[in-house]
């Protein structure tokens, strides 16, 4: 099994949720505290060991790779001052890892996006993050953890990975939700409660944003994915469905009916920066925990 190095950053979306911050300005590069958001995302994918990030997005969404780039003018002015210790805190990328965008063409739906990147993934096997949901990076037991655990239990059966958590009744039409396997620990499936630590088992499948009337579950796909590289294989062959786009969870079920899938149950927070008002409540706990007494 190939190890996990490469992660792919879907950034198309108009963020029609978070109007009218996001006319002119990327959803992802809306501030959490005192980074963008899409930082936290990036950090948290480095940490687990991804070094290959690629973004899929549009013409407007060229700012998100400037800010992962050197502004050699930028950085030649604050030196030239004297501020080398703010230039240098801006190329905080390491030397390793590249952040690439490629363009998705026609705004299709998540599952396109993802195959957009193909021709950059290539043959790996890679992981997916879904940039409007943020990981708490300030508790130790959650950032990358989750998709650290992922990619190892990848590495170890070969299992593509889901990362899922429970979510309130009025919020089970909002995701992509998990059907469980007969087998499954019936707490898990039937409790409302969060399972807070990581404990990953087969899924039967997925139902994108259901009733909840029809909802099979309240385990809900939080936007962290590692998968092996036959999804694309199975995107290329999806075709549009729920909200008339090109779902990743159909080609999820593709890929579960051929070789099964696992999900993970999530350790600590997440948070939606993708709708305004959870959006708010994010940005408040961000700079809660950033703030300095000077
Ligand atoms: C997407 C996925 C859904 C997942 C959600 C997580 O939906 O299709 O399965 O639960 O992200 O945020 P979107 O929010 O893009 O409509």
């Known amino acids: ?69 050197t502004n050699a003018e930028l950085d030649h002015q604050l030196r030239q001052k004297g501020k080398d210790a703010l230039a240098d805190s801006l190329n905080w990328l390491p030397e390793d890892v590249t952040v690439s965008m490629i363009r998705q063409g026609k705004a299709l739906g998540l599952g396109h996006a993802v195959l957009a990147a193909r021709p950059i993934i290539g043959n790996h096997d890679f992981a997916v993050l879904l940039p409007d949901v943020v990981l708490d990076p300030f508790t130790t037991d959650s ?58 088992f087969k899924v039967a499948g997925f139902i994108e944003k259901p009733s909840l009337d029809k909802t099979p579950s309240r385990l809900a796909v939080v936007g962290r994915y590692v998968f092996s590289n ?39 927070d997440s948070y939606d920066a993708g709708d305004m008002n959870s959006y708010m409540q994010a940005f408040i706990y961000f700079a809660q925990q950033q703030l300095t007494d000077n």
């Not at 958001?37 to 948290?44: D, F, N, Q, S």
């Open 1 to 69: 099994m190939t190890k996990i190095t490469h992660a792919v950053i879907p950034v198309a979306g108009f963020g029609t949720r978070m109007l009218p911050l996001s006319k002119s300005v990327p959803k992802e590069l809306l501030p959490l505290g005192n980074r963008p958001a899409i930082h936290y995302v990036v950090e948290e994918a480095i940490a687990a060991g991804i070094k290959h990030i690629v973004l899929v997005g549009h013409a407007q969404k060229s700012a998100i790779e400037n800010y992962f780039d």
């Open 230 to 268: 036959q999804i694309f294989g199975y995107l290329a062959n999806t075709t549009a469905s729920v909200g008339g786009e090109i779902q990743l969870t159909d080609a999820i079920d593709a890929l579960i009916s051929q070789y099964g899938v696992n999900v993970t149950t999530m350790r600590g």
């Open 143 to 200: 950032h990358s953890d989750n998709l650290a655990f992922m990619i190892k239990q990848f590495t170890n059966d070969g299992h593509s990975q889901i990362l899922v958590d429970k979510v309130a009744d009025e919020d089970v039409h909002k995701y992509g939700i998990a059907k469980l396997s007969e087998g499954n620990d019936t707490s898990i499936k039937n409790d409302n409660s969060k399972v807070s630590e990581n404990v990953s």
